[in-house]
């Protein structure tokens, strides 16, 4: 059973202001944008005095993005106490926020190989593994300086060390992730291809993390073959339908699929370029490759902690990456 949440004073019931009047209309603000989330704030708000109240309270200097954010957080975590799950789903995705041309916003950066200007957001949202969200985890935001950095070739921008890159959030929300959550929660961190890099791999085992990742890199694994060409060449291990969101991009609706599953026992190795030492020589994972049954279409190449030990497990794997397109979702609106 997961808890129920009736308004948002319940949903920041520890928000702490230093003035309660400012909790009034934060509350206030929150309302009139959930009522009207397409318009501006002096539409939304429907007065010039209430759009007013809403800049003040956006600038007022005690008003603190990370509070607002770490209660979300909060609440999170009382939600997934409450959650019958055998997993809780820590998803996490990057998307883009563009302002267009407006230099004039202050804390805006370039967000993307354009003169647009905007930030990143990078979010991690907590789902059971029926598919239910239960609220926000972690999120941060960054900025690039300029929209493109051509000081360094490709192969040195591989090189440097992982805190000096952009993927380094994907590291960082896993770390906070677990900070935030009881020891007794079990966690399953779910990335798409972003997450696909041996660093964090490496700060998953540090940390006994689990992780399910869709991968895009085709590694050597023990035996000197590619991953993709023994996961592809070896049994297909059952197969079951899955739910397939739909894409607005590509104008396909949401629809069943039946897949077939293969599934294998790999070591991966700590790549040549990589000259840390704190990076495990090596790795034990599971991969898992899905695709549509008898025909080119939908396929996933799936890399993850968990030992499956039967079929059901390994749907139940399949499954829980599919709700990954929550996080699509969760952006988008």
């Not at 291809?193 to 590694?219: C, H, T």
């Not at 699929?257 to 994972?285: A, F, G, N, S, W």
């Amino acid at each position: 059973m997961t808890a129920e949440y009736k308004n948002w004073q319940e949903e920041f019931v520890d928000i702490n202001f230093t003035d309660q009047r400012l909790k009034s209309r934060f509350f206030k603000i929150i309302d009139a944008f959930a009522a009207s989330p397409g318009k501006s704030t002096w539409a939304a708000t429907g007065s010039r005095s209430s759009a007013k109240a809403a800049y003040r309270f956006f600038s007022n200097s005690e008003i603190s993005k990370d509070e607002l954010l770490d209660s979300i957080s909060r609440a999170t975590v009382e939600k997934i106490k409450c959650a019958d799950a055998e997993w809780i789903l820590a998803v996490q995705d990057t998307t883009a926020v563009g302002f267009g041309d407006r230099k004039a916003i202050q804390g805006m950066g370039y967000y993307c190989s354009t003169e647009q200007r905007g930030m990143l957001v990078h979010s991690c949202i907590a789902v059971t593994d029926q598919g239910i969200p239960l609220g926000i985890i972690y999120q941060e935001t960054n900025t690039r300086e300029k929209p493109k950095d051509d000081s360094q070739t490709k192969e040195q921008k591989r090189s440097r060390p992982i805190e000096e890159k952009e993927n380094f959030r994907w590291l960082d929300s896993m770390r906070e992730t677990l900070l935030r959550m009881p020891a007794d929660i079990p966690i399953l961190t779910v990335c798409d291809w972003e997450g696909d890099f041996y660093e964090f791999f490496s700060e998953a085992g540090d940390l006994k993390a689990n992780f399910l990742i869709r991968i895009v890199q085709n590694r050597m694994v023990d035996d000197g073959k590619k991953i993709f060409y023994e996961l592809r060449s070896s049994p297909v291990a059952g197969s079951m339908v899955v739910r397939m969101s739909r894409n607005p991009r590509e104008h396909i609706p949401s629809r069943n699929i039946k897949m077939d599953y293969h599934c294998k026992k790999v070591t991966i190795y700590r790549p040549q370029r990589r000259k840390e030492k704190h990076l495990r020589e090596k790795l034990e994972l599971t991969a898992i490759y899905v695709h549509e049954s008898g025909k080119k279409g939908t396929e996933w190449f799936l890399l993850t902690t968990v030992t499956v030990k039967s079929e059901k497990e390994i749907e139940k794997l399949v499954q829980c990456y599919a709700h990954r397109w929550k996080i699509e979702r969760f952006h988008f609106i």
